[in-house]
C-alpha cells in the first residue's frame, strides 16, 4: 500500500530538507569576507571561516596560516593542516563547506615546520589519507624535529612535532594526479630544505587557470645560525627563488596569508590575480636574503 500523495510529498521535501542540512552548498557556505571576520587577528591558532579561492578550491585555514581544500571526482585533497591545536578549526571549516573530512584521500604539504603542519597527525587520524612529501621533509615528518640542515633547527627543537606517517615521497617536478585533477610538486629549498610548492589547473564556470600555492620565501634562522658559513644553503635558497619566480601563476597562495594579502584578495578587496604574482613574490625572497648576506658581511 503506498501512502496518500500528500505524505509522499512531505516526506521528499523532508529528505531535501535534512540533504540540505548536512550538505550545504560550499559556495553558500563559504564566507564572502574572511578579511573582515579576521580583522586584526592573525594567529596560527585563530578560527577563521571557510572562504572559496576558485573553482574546487577552498581556503579552510586559520586567520594566519592557509590550508587548502581541494575537490576533485575521485575525493578530496588537503593541503598543509596549519599547528596542531588548529586542527579541529581546519577540520570543522572543512564540515562547514559540506564536505566529509574522510573523503580526503591525499594530503600534500608546502614545509616542515610546526606552523603549517603541526596538524597532520591528527588529521591523518582524522581522515585516514595519505601524505605526500618532497624529498627533503621526509625525515622531519617522520621524527617531527627538524633536520641539522634547517637555519631554525635551533629555534624549532623547542616546538616538536607529532611524528606523521609518510605514505610517497615525490621528488621536484613529480606530480600526483587525484580524479581530473594533477598536482605539481616543485622543489624549492628557500625557507627550509624540505620546502614546496604545489601548482594545478582550476576551472570555475569555464574559465582556467593554475592556482600556485608558493612556499614561504623567507629565509629566516636561530640567532646563532649564519648563512655566510653554509654556501650550500645558499645556493638552495637562491635556486629556490628561481623555482618560484618561474612557476606558472595565476592564482598566487601562499602559506602565511599575509605573505601575498591572501584574504584581502579573497574578500574582493583586492584582485585575486594579477601578472607576474610570483615574480614579484620571488623578489621580496631574494631582496631580503640580499639584505641578510649584507649584514653578515657586516659581522652583524
Ligand atoms: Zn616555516
Redesign the pocket.
Known sequence: MEPPLFVRIALSALALLSLGATKPEPRAAASKDIAAACGTRDGWSEPAPPAHIHGKSWYVGTCGITVVLVETRAGLVLIDTGPKDAAPHVLKNIRALGFDPRRIKWLLMT??????VGGMAAIQRATGAKLVVSPGAEVAMRSGKAVPEDP?AALLAKYPMPPARVDRVLRGGGSLTVGETRFTMHANPT??PGSASWTWQSCDAGKCLTIAYAD?V?T?SSDDYRFTAHPERIDAARAGLRTIEALPCDLLLT?HPGGSDLLERLSGNAPLTYQRACVAYAAGGSDRLAKRLDREAQGQ
Not at 614545509?111 to 603549517?116: M, P, T
Open positions: 614545509h616542515e615546520h610546526f606552523d603549517h631554525q625557507h627550509s614561504s623567507n629566516i602559506p
